[in-house]
């Protein structure tokens, strides 16, 4: 920089903030977008019309109408709930006795599955979780001794519960209560 | 100069050094919205004929990019021990999918409990299928005296295939997805048998 001109170097400089504000904006929305991505699912209209806080929501089976989620598996049929653990732990229960794959998976605000249990894992017993933060919230409450504890990463996430289905109209009478069973709520 | 000129210069430079800045956020913003809606497959971590896949989908594993990418493209996807996928937005010539084209995808089923085969659309949701067809799965595949698949995809039905109509200008994205894969594949994504992906004549 030594034969650059006062002029020359103000130049370089200004070019250089320029360049670092459109890396810093571009690193900015990648961090952001699946956290932004993950809000709307959790509180946007989907969320606010099925009634999913803390609570199981059951929707219809998927078909080419389905346009919430990308990517939505025709050969599952998905039950959801946004569960927020702000004032304590959220307890989750399902006893869908199917003999096809099903699972449950948990998803921590920014997009990561932190933690699935499938119906080969349960080996026919029911689930039975306790959802509790990694850090300490306002309203600490405790979990039963013995009870299955599942450590969140964040305050609040995502769970999805997948069915197998490889036709749902056949297999209506038996998914529907299966799924049922599936209860998402603070303990 | 005069003191107005001065200040007229002083907003002069204001103006252009504010816009300049905007412009550079936009640049930020447009880049990212590229790297992940229009090239979200750069940085697969295998690849396998047609297919691409990056193994630390859905995991707390996943860097920065593979997290954001798989949130645009594949919301809520699980990580590899529990299920793998695989996507295909291109043909075994190296040709984009499009939608208006026929395309016939043959393979051998995979090495997993349970496994599909789904089209999809550019904007990633099903197409509108009049025969209720979105997949080839374990479940509906009927498998050939070499224990080989075949499915079909396009506006036309080919005669001898599970046909998965599609139908638009755009893209077609195909993706197969493994529940329960084998160890050995989970531990060698590699070693995945790919399904063959075959442009059949004309476009329509």
Known sequence: MKNFTEHQRLWFYRVLSLLVTALLAHLLAVWAAPRAIMYVLMHGPMAQKMNMHNQAAFPEAVTAKSRTVVMPSPDMLYSVCAFDLHDGPVRVQAAPTLTNYWSIALYAANSDNFFVRNDRQTQGRAVDLWLVAASPTKAQKPVPAGAEVVVSPTLTGFLLMRVLTTDYQAEKAVLEPARRTLQCGQG | ?204
């Open chain 2, 1 to 204: 100069m005069s003191k107005t000129g001065h200040w007229s210069l002083r907003a002069k430079r204001i103006a252009i050094g504010g816009a300049l800045y905007v412009g550079a956020v936009v640049l930020g913003l447009g880049s990212a919205w590229w790297v992940l809606k229009k090239a979200p497959w750069l940085n697969p971590s295998v690849e396998v004929g047609a297919w691409r896949a990056n193994m630390h989908a859905g995991s707390q594993d996943a860097g920065l990019y593979t997290r954001a990418t798989i949130a645009v493209n594949a919301l809520l996807a699980l990580g590899r021990d529990e299920t793998m996928y695989f996507v295909a937005n291109r043909d075994d010539a190296g040709e984009a999918l499009r939608a208006q084209c026929n395309y016939r995808i043959t393979g051998v089923p995979p090495q997993a409990r349970w496994w599909s085969i789904t089209a999809y659309a550019q904007d990633l949701f099903l197409f509108d299928a009049p025969n209720g067809h979105y997949s080839l799965n374990g479940s509906n595949a009927t498998l050939d005296a070499a224990g080989t698949f075949a499915l079909s995809t396009g506006p036309a039905e080919q005669a001898g295939t599970y046909w998965l109509p599609t139908s638009g200008p755009g893209a077609l994205v195909l993706t197969l997805r493994l529940y329960n894969p084998a160890p050995a594949l989970q531990a060698a994504p590699q070693s995945l048998v790919a399904p063959a992906v075959q442009k059949i004549g004309t476009c329509a």
